[in-house]
């Protein structure tokens, strides 16, 4: 048979020249390991830390609304009840929007404390309950990474650590507002409503009925009420210790 020209000059073809893929060396000494977990920390740290702004974020926005909303409704009698109304519904879709970023931020967080609590606290003072497969769930979440609490549960646990206060502040001031004739365009200048009945005229919004509209207030915050006192069994990270966000 004859030969290339390439084959003649000793050349490879093109195909051989190219080096075989090999993945990333694997830690082999303890040294290694320490190392690669110090700087997945820091890494994981950054991820958290990350999501925590964006928490912090919505929760700053929707006290934002409800400081500017407040001022206007109350500022001058001209200003309808229904702009607290409207902050309710604002600083609802800020907690939908949080509820969500806090089920990501849950992710990481997990991971934080797994190393914390079985590498670097075990590192610093060993206690014999150390389990030898605390590395399996973080193994698990790298691989395959799922949600560890349900949009439902996120929901409940942001409005009691920070919504149900702007909640609160809302209700009373929509009270103030349809209970005070002072803060009512027309009306006379006296500290409170004289009957039961003035205080559903002054919840009319639009079409509505003030008494449906006093109805749906109260089922919102009775559903509030539910979030508060419903709480599922700490599990996970949250059954060691009280520092949790």
Do not use: C
Request: net charge neutral; charged share 20%.
């Amino acid at each position: 048979m004859e030969q290339t020209t390439d084959d003649k000059a000793g050349i490879l073809p093109l195909e051989s020249a190219e080096p075989a893929r090999q993945a990333p060396a694997l830690p082999a000494s303890s040294a290694e390991k320490a190392n690669m977990i110090i700087h997945y920390y820091r890494g994981e740290i950054g991820r958290m830390t990350s999501w925590r702004d964006r928490i912090d974020r919505t929760s700053n926005w929707a006290m934002t609304v409800v400081a500017g909303l407040l001022s206007v409704s109350l500022s001058t009698p001209a200003s309808h009840h229904g702009v607290v109304l409207f902050a309710m519904l604002l600083i609802s879709v800020f907690l939908l929007i949080e509820a969500r970023r806090y089920r990501f931020f849950d992710v990481y967080r997990a991971r934080v404390r797994q190393l914390e609590r079985h590498y670097f606290a075990q590192a610093l003072y060993p206690q014999a309950e150390l389990k030898a497969d605390w590395a399996e769930a973080i193994a698990a979440s790298l691989r395959k990474p799922v949600f560890l609490i349900e949009y439902g549960d996120a929901l409940r646990r942001r409005i009691r650590r920070n919504y149900i206060w702007m909640y609160l502040i809302l209700l009373l001031a929509w009270a103030l507002k349809i209970s005070s004739p002072k803060l009512q365009q027309g009306e006379l200048p006296a500290e409170f409503v004289s009957d039961v009945w003035q205080v559903v005229v002054n919840a009319h919004l639009g079409p509505l009925h003030g008494g449906i509209v006093l109805a749906l207030v109260a089922a919102f915050y009775g559903s509030l009420l539910f979030a508060i006192v419903h709480r599922n069994p700490d599990d996970g990270e949250f059954a060691h210790g009280e520092v949790h966000v």
